[in-house]
């Protein structure tokens, strides 16, 4: 069983800066496609930044620019660095991992880190 925790939420101003950490406890880290989620309240869950097994990135559009997702899988760890953030910014971000085992996908997710942002 794969669990994720997540770290480094918080209130800041509008133009402030977070990072956030997932650690995960696997022994095949690297083997895991990582990404962070994001959900406000009333809307559904979104995604934010994902990071390959290889190192490849993509963003959400609302973040490319001011987000920067990276792995350390000499740590176990993905992280999220967040700056320029905005009040729409504001959300329960989670930490998802991606792998497939006989061609079977398994997911895991970590039970959120809150992240709120006032103008």
């Known amino acids: 069983q794969v669990q994720l925790v997540e770290s480094g939420g918080g209130s800041v101003q509008a133009g402030g800066s977070l990072r956030l950490s997932c650690a995960a406890s696997?022994?095949?880290?690297?083997?895991?496609?990582m990404g962070w989620f994001r959900q406000a309240p009333g809307k559904e869950r979104e995604v934010v930044a994902t990071i390959t097994t290889s190192g490849n990135t993509n963003y959400a559009v609302s973040v490319e620019g001011r987000f920067t997702i990276n792995r350390d899988n000499t740590k176990n760890s993905v992280y999220l660095q967040m700056n320029s953030l905005k009040p729409g910014d504001t959300a329960v971000y989670y930490c998802?991992?991606?792998?497939?085992?006989?061609?079977?996908?398994?997911?895991?997710w970590g039970q959120g880190t809150q992240v709120t942002v006032s103008s």
């Open positions: 998802k991992a991606d792998i497939l085992r006989l061609g079977v996908p398994y997911e895991y």
């Open positions: 696997v022994r095949t880290f690297r083997n895991y496609a």
